[in-house]
């Protein structure tokens, strides 16, 4: 399905969201109280869990609308804080969405990263690199990036995604961009690499390489596809890459050429990647796995310089990602309590928000 144009989805689309958003958002408080009367049966309560999840997300949804509406008629009032009042706006957003699903479906974090001192670029841009599979990884990742790192996040998402009301308004304000991920768009690198141009103090661009979420039988019609087009180097990386796709390399070239980019962050996660279909979701309700991420922090200078290397060094870190999540299933994700011993080459942290 296409996307309609900037003025249809801002001047009819939007608008017409918000009334059944509210109404579905009490609906789906009303089923999460009939829910209860479901206990017998469902005790572990995954209607009334889901119900609220999204009764909370369409009433985030309906909050973003009417207050971006209200930045904009004050855009002449705000002037310099124009941008830093959407930051503070995400930021909210996010944490009370995270807070709800801590709540309502016991999502966990355990953040595994380089230790105090390794990771700073001095408050310059940086290029995240971030893995894409399983339920809400997406936004987990901006909220940890904004509360936990302080950064602003500049995010290269699919352009359906301009389709949410929200996501389309907020984060197109904060510079988002949007694009086909089906391999059409022949400016889609050179995009980005205006985008990373354009990065300034405390800013991060985030890219998802795979270019879609992972799922197995994705994955398959990929490698069939690769080789069909004769792509035979890319399909055996495929092959050999049973947790994730091959990572696109245009758009992450494109913006390492513009020598903005300070470091990159690389991010795994593990733990509800594996739940990629509805029904999948909902067995696994209320989560009982926490969601792992790792992130590697390679500074500028450990990138290597040609067009070449850099797609190998790519291909490499998500090879590292791949046998990562293949190690954290092996283990069942388990983890020591918090308050054990860390590694000396790690720190990892349960994080609450």
Do not use: K
């Amino acid at each position: 399905m296409g996307v309609p144009p900037w003025a249809i989805r801002r001047f009819l689309l939007d608008p017409l969201f918000v009334p059944p958003a509210a109404a579905l958002a009490l609906i789906g408080v009303a089923v999460a109280a009939l829910g209860l009367l479901a206990v017998p049966v469902d005790r572990r309560l995954r209607l009334s869990r889901a119900a609220l999840l999204a009764a909370a997300y369409l009433t985030a949804e309906v909050v973003l609308i009417v207050a971006a509406f209200g930045l904009w008629l004050a855009r002449p009032a705000l002037r310099r804080r124009w941008e830093a009042a959407h930051v503070w706006l995400v930021r909210r957003a996010l944490d009370r969405l995270v807070a709800a699903a801590r709540l309502l479906v016991g999502l966990r974090l355990e953040i595994t990263e380089t230790p105090a001192g390794t990771a700073d670029a001095g408050g310059r841009p940086v290029l995240v690199l971030s893995r894409h599979a399983g339920p809400g990884d997406s936004f987990v990742l901006i909220h940890l990036l904004l509360s936990r790192y302080h950064r602003i996040p500049r995010v290269v998402l699919i352009d359906r995604l301009q389709l949410d009301p929200a996501i389309d308004i907020l984060l197109g304000r904060l510079g988002a961009c949007f694009l086909r991920n089906d391999g059409s768009d022949d400016h889609a690198a050179a995009q980005i690499g205006e985008l990373a141009r354009g990065l300034g103090t405390g800013e991060a661009l985030v890219i998802f390489p795979e270019g879609a979420n992972f799922t197995p039988p994705r994955r398959l019609r990929l490698i069939a596809r690769l080789r069909a087009c004769g792509q035979w180097d890319r399909a055996a990386v495929a092959e050999d890459l049973d947790a994730v796709l091959p990572p696109r390399p245009a758009g992450v070239l494109a913006a390492l050429a513009t020598g903005r980019i300070a470091a990159t962050v690389i991010v795994a996660h593990a733990g509800l990647d594996e739940l990629s279909a509805p029904g999948e979701v909902w067995r696994a309700l209320p989560f009982t796995t926490p969601l792992l991420l790792r992130w590697w922090w390679v500074p500028a200078t450990e990138i290597p310089g040609s067009e070449s290397d850099r797609r190998q060094w790519l291909t490499m870190h998500w090879a590292v990602v791949n046998a990562w999540i293949g190690a954290q299933r092996a283990l069942g994700t388990s983890r020591p309590p918090a308050g054990g011993p860390a590694s000396p080459a790690d720190r990892s942290i349960p994080w609450s928000g």
